[in-house]
């Protein structure tokens, strides 16, 4: 027997080589922003005297008082209400059509299916900024085209961007652009199905609405799970919608959603410590919310195939 050939060492390096360019952007574009987030966090600026001239402020350990003040802070707190919520909204009713959505373009009667799910996905490809903008011209009662046509059958014109009805505007942004993107996932997981299942169900004298109820909606458990993550941290990571549309009302305050306080905080009076510590916080946030939940979707799993 002929004893085997030591690979070059060329060979035995060229999965790190190729990892070499991925590690680097991870480090310089996610890791070190994270890493420098954190040492902020944990510092302040001490002021002497009037705080003019060379030396007059410096940078000392704050330890966790920057973190302290954030937690006791009223303004972050009412904004983490706001955004629960607007999620209690968005979620629910984004996954929901969604499902529906796929289920939809999953049936065999359905028509035209390749530009129905293009018009549906379509959305999604539009920017977030464009999107708010968009539905913010639509929200205006002396520009809008719904407003002119209500005044005109004499209805009732509620104003969309003030009070309770903001969350519906703003969810509705946010409804609108990400459905397509849910769509997708499910769809494709419904693809994936056997058409052998389907077969043996209908044998068994299963109705269309039964199959999508007991067949597919279990099968495609795993990316509604999916889905779910995504969204939960989209939700907490609202920003782009309510800050679009803060100009055009007054029912938007520059800390209606926490990231929008640590901006201001961060660019608006200065304070890169206090904001640090806030975005630190609301990353740890998104972290426990988004693990504890798949956590407890895993256990329900690992019940349900143990019965």
Known sequence: ?????????????????????????????????????????????????????????????????????????????????????????????????????????????????????????????????????????????????????????????????????LYLALSNIAVWGGTGFNMIVIYTSLQAIPAEVYEAARLDGATPLQIALRIKIPMVAPSLVLTFFFSIIATLQVFNEPTTLKPLTNSVSTTWSPLMKVYRDAFGTGDIYAAAAQAVIIALATLLLSFGFLRAANRRHQQEAAR
Not at 17 to 33: C, I, K
Not at 66 to 76: K, P, R
Request: net charge negative; proline share 8%; hydrophobic share 55%.
């Open 1 to 165: 027997m002929t004893s085997a050939r030591r690979k070059p060492y060329g060979v035995k390096g060229a999965p790190y080589a190729f990892l070499v360019p991925a590690t680097v952007l991870f480090a310089l574009f996610f890791a070190l922003p994270i890493g420098y987030a954190v040492w902020l966090s944990f510092h302040k600026v001490k002021v002497s005297g009037l705080g003019l001239g060379a030396g007059a402020r410096e940078e000392v350990w704050a330890g966790l008082e920057n973190y302290t003040a954030a937690l006791t802070d009223s303004e972050l707190l009412d904004g983490a209400l706001r955004v629960l919520g607007y999620g209690c909204i968005v979620v629910p009713v984004m996954l929901g059509l969604a499902l529906l959505f796929a289920l939809m373009l999953d049936s065999e009667k359905v028509r035209l299916a390749p530009f129905t799910r293009l018009a549906i996905f379509l959305p999604y490809a539009v920017p977030g900024v464009v999107a708010a903008l968009l539905w913010g011209f639509l929200y205006l009662p002396d520009v809008s085209p719904f407003y002119f046509v209500l005044d005109e059958l004499g209805l009732p014109q509620p104003d969309l961007l003030d009070g309770g009805p």
